[in-house]
């Protein structure tokens, strides 16, 4: 008897990921392809209206068709297409969606942060590398927002979605991308994450000082610095090369890709100043969020 399959088309401001999974054989959530377009549909986000602008809009539903072409190749038992910060905050969403209609048929579900933030907290539990860990503070940043989730004996604590995104902090505090972020600029968005932190009650845990990282930015780390665990010391010490970094030497140098150099300054400086504040100093990175969690409730795990 062959095994369930599920697809995941994850609709994000930077990218958009497709994850096909399968329940193994002792009943764990296990990829079986996995497939990536960067998009960055959510330059337009910090715009009044934000907005997707048309050419976004038209490579991100070309992106989706690719994707939704490719796991139609496989015999899935459900697959859904879901949207996250870029899509929930746009002012012409309805375009976009009915853009994606028009080519595949498909509609688009947009989460919003709660369940967004709910979905990558189940997510991170399947990790079976993570185990081990019962109190700690999990981190999700992407192009529009951040996913703040601390966990207590496993169970989730507290659970928030912020307005934190890289693209976004980015857009809204540096001026020139292609220089080295000034201290002004840091400055800046460090005190708008601890602002946003202090604000949504979310503060150091009181039994951890553990923290998880998922997303773009901290698969980019991970890779980079050959780890999955490090100290919140050595991860400052790669955020200050990146913020005295060109773009160009972002991507010679410190083998950032292209397609994110822009935004790294930013994005490095948000999770910093993040696991400062939340007294975070032991670090590990998984791959295991939101896909996963949908992943895991798709196939009644």
Same mark, same amino acid.
């Given at each position: 008897m062959s095994q369930k399959q599920v697809g995941i088309i994850?609709?994000?401001?930077?990218?958009?990921?497709?994850?096909?999974?399968?329940?193994?054989?002792?009943?764990?959530?296990?990829?079986?392809?996995?497939?990536?377009?960067?998009?960055?549909?959510?330059?337009?986000?910090?715009?009044?209206?934000?907005?997707?602008?048309?050419?976004?809009?038209?490579?991100?539903?070309?992106?989706?068709?690719?994707?939704?072409?490719?796991?139609r190749e496989h015999n899935l038992d459900a697959l859904r297409i879901v949207a996250t910060s870029a899509v929930r905050d746009a002012a012409n969403r309805i375009s976009f969606i009915e853009s994606v209609r028009e080519e595949t048929g498909a509609t688009i579900e947009i989460l919003s942060g709660d369940e967004e933030a709910r979905l990558i907290g189940k997510g991170i539990q399947?990790?079976?590398?993570?185990?081990?860990?019962?109190?700690?503070?999990? !981190? %999700? $940043? /992407?192009?529009?927002?951040?996913?703040?989730?601390?966990?207590? #004996?496993?169970?989730?604590? *507290? +659970?928030?979605? !912020? %307005? $934190? /995104?890289?693209?976004?902090?980015?857009?809204?505090?540096?001026? #020139?991308?292609?220089?080295? *972020? +000034?201290?002004?600029?840091?400055?800046?968005i460090q005190t708008r994450v601890k602002n946003s932190l202090v604000e949504a009650g979310i503060n150091a845990h009181e039994n951890s000082t553990h923290a998880v990282l998922t997303g773009g930015t901290a698969t980019i780390i991970a890779e980079r610095l050959r780890s999955r665990g490090?100290?919140?010391?050595?991860?400052?010490?790669?955020?200050?090369?990146?913020?005295?970094?060109?773009?160009?030497d972002r991507i010679d140098q410190l083998n950032i890709p292209e397609s994110r150099a822009d935004i790294f300054p930013a994005a490095t400086t948000i999770l910093c100043e993040a696991l400062d504040h939340l007294n975070c100093d032991t670090l590990y990175f998984s791959q295991y969020n939101l896909r996963y969690g949908l992943g895991v409730e798709m196939l009644d795990l």
């Open positions: 994850d609709v994000g401001s930077n990218t958009i990921k497709l994850l096909i999974a399968e329940c193994s054989d002792n009943k764990q959530i296990r990829e079986t392809r996995f497939e990536i377009e960067e998009t960055r549909i959510g330059e337009g986000i910090t715009g009044n209206p934000p907005n997707i602008d048309e050419t976004a809009i038209r490579k991100g539903t070309l992106a989706i068709a690719r994707l939704h072409s490719l796991a399947c990790d079976p590398e993570l185990s081990h860990l019962k109190n700690y503070s999990l !981190l %999700d $940043l /992407g192009g529009g927002s951040m996913e703040c989730i601390q966990f207590i #004996d496993q169970q989730v604590s *507290i +659970s928030r979605s !912020l %307005d $934190l /995104g890289a693209v976004r902090l980015t857009s809204e505090h540096i001026s #020139d991308r292609y220089a080295p *972020i +000034s201290s002004q600029e840091a400055q800046a490090m100290s919140l010391s050595e991860a400052t010490l790669f955020r200050d090369q990146v913020c005295r970094s060109t773009h160009q």
